[in-house]
C-alpha cells in the first residue's frame, strides 16, 4: 500500500511454525492516534525479567559512553 505505516512481516514462531503478524517483536511501535488506541499487553514473568535485564544493560553501556 503506498503511503501505509504499517509493514508486513515474513517471522514465525519457532514452537509452532504459524507466521507472528501482528505479534512480531521487530515491528516498531507508535503512540496511539487517539487514547482510545492504547493498549495493555500482558507479558509472562520470564519475558519481564529477560526486558529488565537488557534495559540494565543498556543503562550500563550509556554510563561507559557518557554524555555527547
Do not use: F
Not at 511501535?29 to 540494565?56: N, Q, Y
Amino acid at each position: 500500500m503506498k503511503g501505509s505505516t504499517h509493514r508486513r512481516c515474513y517471522c514465525r514462531d519457532p514452537r509452532t511454525g504459524k507466521p507472528v503478524g501482528k505479534n512480531c517483536l521487530k515491528l516498531s511501535s507508535r503512540d496511539p492516534k487517539t487514547d482510545a488506541g492504547a493498549r495493555t499487553i500482558a507479558l509472562d514473568a520470564d519475558t519481564v525479567e529477560v526486558l529488565r535485564r537488557h534495559r540494565a544493560r543498556q543503562d550500563e553501556e550509556r554510563e561507559k559512553w557518557g554524555t555527547a
